[in-house]
């Protein structure tokens, strides 16, 4: 379908802090959040901010290849993080979408065997997902056009140099 979830940095804002207050009911209180870059990086800092966790990590995770097309399987890219780090700690992996499920279920399998406690926080996820994660914003089986990737990258303009 040609259908699109549109999401703004307007309703993302309120949408981060609707995915906190759940979390903060349930009980839940991360001492580290673990973002899948580059998309889950925009929640884990608002996530962060809005449940006082001052630990982020960051994971690096190449599955889309382009539009549509991807890898096999997602893979971690170097530099991951050490286990030491997350020993005894209660961890959010967060992430923008969780469509297959099987970047989250990458990461989720790294952390679950060094970890106290693992859950996952999302702002979409996808029927068809084999994770279901403990947090989730809102359901949707659209595309879902994200704020900070719906527009191509900038590029340099002629004329712009500023004097020093
Ligand atoms: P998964 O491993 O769950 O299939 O895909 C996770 C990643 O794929 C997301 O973090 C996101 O970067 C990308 N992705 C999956 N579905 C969508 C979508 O509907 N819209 C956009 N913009 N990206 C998506």
Same mark, same amino acid.
């Given at each position: ?21 759940? $979390?903060? +009911? ?9 973002? $899948?870059? *580059? ?16 630990? $982020? ?6 599955? !889309?290849?382009?539009?549509?097309? #991807?890898? =096999? ?21 967060? +992430?923008?979408?969780?469509? #297959? ?15 106290? =406690? ?5 702002? !979409? ?8 994660? =403990? !947090?989730?914003?809102?359901? #949707? ?9 719906? =527009?191509?990258?900038?590029? *340099? ?5 500023? +004097?020093?």
């Amino acid at each position: 379908s040609d259908v699109r979830e549109n999401l703004t940095y307007e309703k993302f804002g309120g949408a981060i802090r609707d995915l906190a207050q759940t $979390i903060a +009911d349930d009980g839940y209180e991360p001492d580290i959040v673990v973002s $899948i870059a *580059r998309g889950g990086v925009f929640v884990a800092g608002g996530l962060a901010y809005a449940l006082d966790c001052k630990n $982020i990590h960051l994971v690096n995770v190449e599955f !889309y290849t382009g539009v549509g097309t #991807t890898l =096999e399987m997602p893979v971690m890219l170097a530099p991951v993080p050490n286990a030491i780090d997350f020993s005894g700690k209660k961890v959010l992996i967060t +992430d923008d979408v969780a469509d #297959t499920g099987k970047t989250l279920k990458l990461v989720h399998d790294f952390c679950v065997d060094h970890v106290a =406690e693992v859950r996952s926080a999302v702002i !979409y996820e996808k029927s068809h997902s084999l994770v279901k994660c =403990e !947090y989730v914003w809102k359901r #949707t089986d659209e595309w879902i056009n994200f704020p900070w990737s719906v =527009e191509p990258p900038v590029v *340099r303009r002629e004329g712009q140099v500023l +004097d020093a």
